[in-house]
T-cell receptor
């Protein structure tokens, strides 16, 4: 069974640009969560989608948005990029509703975004 | 206040020895889950082990075991017989609540960098 895939793996953008990252969950998984990882802030939750609906959102500005398609693939978009958006963006998928405490999340390899 | 605290930024262990990575957590929920993930330099987060708040026995998965002390709110990861491939960042994480009471996201600690020496 294929794991979680994320594209692209590496991305370089300049300030003010916008970017779209893609995540394909494990087949059959309906929940997709996004996390941002930086050296200073560590791993922070961005949002979670379940069956095409955003169910939960972390404490990030509105420049960060996402969506999920009917095949469970998800995209996240960051508009008006800032230097501080440079990070590893990790996507995780799970079979069931992410609210259940035991719900193993499988992570993808991440997209490393550099903003110049 | 931090919900997940990992007090060891870095640790060294000799190959074939056991090592304990510390994790304490803070929650007022009765139902929660605790996770440990490994992140090699490649960046992918690899799930290692899970402990539910109602689980009476400590979780074990191969060379990994979780020393769960609920009253002290600690969930330390024990790796037995360390291998060179165990060198990585290790993150403790918590998911609070269950069902409708949970937001569902994982809350991560800052991580511990483990280096295994040959």
């Amino acid at each position: 069974k294929a794991g979680v895939t994320q594209t692209p793996r590496y991305l370089i953008k300049t300030r003010g640009q916008q970017v779209t990252l893609s995540c394909s969950p494990i087949s059959g998984h309906r929940s997709v969560s996004w996390y941002q990882q930086t050296p200073g802030q560590g791993l922070q939750f961005l949002f979670e989608y379940f069956s095409e609906t955003q169910r939960n959102k972390g404490n990030f500005p509105g420049r960060f948005s996402g969506r999920q398609f009917s095949n469970s693939r998800s995209e996240m978009n960051v508009s008006t990029l800032e230097l501080g958006d440079s990070a590893l963006y990790l996507c995780a998928s799970s079979l069931a509703d992410a609210r259940w405490s035991y719900n193993e999340q499988f992570f993808g390899p991440g997209t490393r975004l550099t903003v110049l | 206040a931090q919900k997940i605290t990992q007090t060891q930024p870095g640790m060294f262990v000799q190959e074939k020895e056991a090592v304990t990575l510390d994790c304490t957590y803070d929650t007022s929920d009765q139902s929660y889950g605790l996770f440990w993930y490994k992140q090699p330099s490649s960046g992918e987060m690899i799930f290692l082990i899970y402990q539910g708040s109602y689980d009476e026995q400590n979780a074990t998965e191969g060379r990994y075991s979780l020393n769960f002390q609920k009253a002290r709110k600690s969930a330390n990861l024990v790796i037995s017989a360390s291998q060179l491939g165990d060198s990585a960042m290790y993150f403790c994480a918590m998911r609070e609540g269950q069902g409708g009471g949970s937001q569902g996201n994982l809350i991560f600690g800052k991580g511990t960098k483990l280096s295994v020496k040959p």
